[in-house]
């Protein structure tokens, strides 16, 4: 009998001139921002790997590639609503999201609790259930030459009882 599920996911997306910086459906200031076919919200990517993966049900890119016009330039945020959709589908509910950015700039700690906040809106979620939270690699590779940022998230989904 199955009950709970465990999934993990990880995004990582080239920082850019010219694009907004937005994680978790937060759009952040700061000179660069997240390149990508949808906002580039490599947070938001990693949660709704982890779900799919909970289920073992693909990747991102099995239900949203770039060749779909109402993916490109999509707020990745009403993307996640629509995973969530799914996994509800399945008879499954969210337990916890627990997520990491991995960024040696901005600084995001004044954009957590904001951040927090959206996801818990967006999967109907208490914001205690959703844990973001934001490290640097002390400036050694790729991340620490702030030539991208990455997201790691691992989630609990629950199987749902009949009366939920």
């Known amino acids: 009998m199955e009950s709970n599920r465990l999934g993990q996911g990880i995004d990582v997306h080239p920082l850019v001139k010219g694009r907004p910086l937005v994680l978790a459906g937060v759009e952040i200031p700061y000179q660069y921002g997240l390149d990508g076919d949808t906002d580039g919200d490599v947070l938001t990517h990693a949660i709704m790997d982890a779900l799919l993966g909970a289920l073992a049900l693909g990747d991102l890119g ?17 993307l996640l609503g ?11 509910r969210i337990a916890n999201i627990d997520t990491t950015v991995v960024a040696e700039a901005p600084k995001l700690r004044p954009y957590v609790p904001m951040m927090t906040v959206q996801l818990a809106e967006v999967l109907g979620l208490e914001s205690a259930q959703v844990s973001v939270k934001a ?22 989904l629950m199987k749902q009882s009949s009366g939920s």
């Open 82 to 92: 629509q995973v969530n959709d799914m996994i509800r589908s399945h008879g499954y």
């Open 135 to 156: 490290t640097t690699t002390d400036h050694l590779g790729a991340m620490g030459r702030q030539e991208g940022i990455m997201a790691i998230a691992v989630v609990l």
């Open 62 to 78: 099995t239900y949203f590639s770039s060749d779909q016009p109402d993916v490109v330039g999509a707020r990745s945020v009403t």
